[in-house]
């Protein structure tokens, strides 16, 4: 299989392309949730004041599309003009069983690194960016945790469901774009792994319009940076925010049971914590070390 048409071109061409392929697609797909929400269920996505279950599914078909059309069709379309051999771009291989081994030791660094990390995110003074902009990240923020909180019902066929839309989607869609095509340019084009991989982070996690998140939303780009680095294999990276996702689905669908799994699992020591993620790390060097990846 060829190239694509445009290969040679430069990697800032490049990274310029792939941006604008994103905001094109993002444009499109955001007018195309807006007149399917008007058709489908008479509901204007720009003024909703209340979420009932009409509004929950207009914004579940809203959020498949902003992931296919802001990530994955403008990184198939990037593949087709500027490389062709996507399986080589995007490093789809088999994944080795000394991988597999390895994914959960990362997973749980990653879930008791973001525990602490939105905490410290939470206590941070923000105030110098004036009442009415901390007034306007606030409220947008709290719309988003809402929108998100009502994705999931108490039902396991909601359950199932939002395991697809709100972990594997995002997994697929995200990993492709940010790891496979973004942090795969950034590297080239700064001439440095660890730049190249904190760069892609940083957008990861503004994208995300998260602010109250930010910090831990940036450990966890830079932790699946690494991953795909070491493993050269996307679909390490893609397990990972699959299994991360879903462990948030969890956490919520059992708050609403009223089973709260997340207070009955969750170690609150945090020198026993540091413990655990120390013992992960220090096996993940040794598997490193020797090769085992």
Sequence with gaps: MKNGTYFTKSLTEKLFYFFIFCLIGKIIFSGLSYYISIWAFQIDLTQIDSINNITIRSYKIAALLDQI???????????????????????????????????????????????????????????????????????????????HQSFIGTTNKSLLFNFFLMALVPAVCEEIAFRGILQNLFIKWTNNIHLGILTTSIIFAILHFQFYNIIPLLIIGILLGYTLAITNNIWSTITLHFAFNSLSIISIYSKKREMDLENKITIENPYLNAIIVLICIILLIIFWRKKIF
């Design 69 to 147: 059309g802001t990530f994955l069709i403008p990184s198939i379309i990037f593949c087709w003009f500027f490389n062709k051999k996507y399986y080589q771009l995007l490093k789809f291989h088999k994944l080795k069983l000394s991988t597999i081994i390895a994914l959960p030791l990362i997973l749980i660094i990653m879930v008791i690194s973001s525990s602490f990390l939105l905490k410290f995110n939470h206590n941070i003074d923000f105030s110098f960016l004036g009442d009415k902009t901390m007034t306007l990240i606030k409220t947008n923020q709290e719309k988003m945790d809402e929108i």
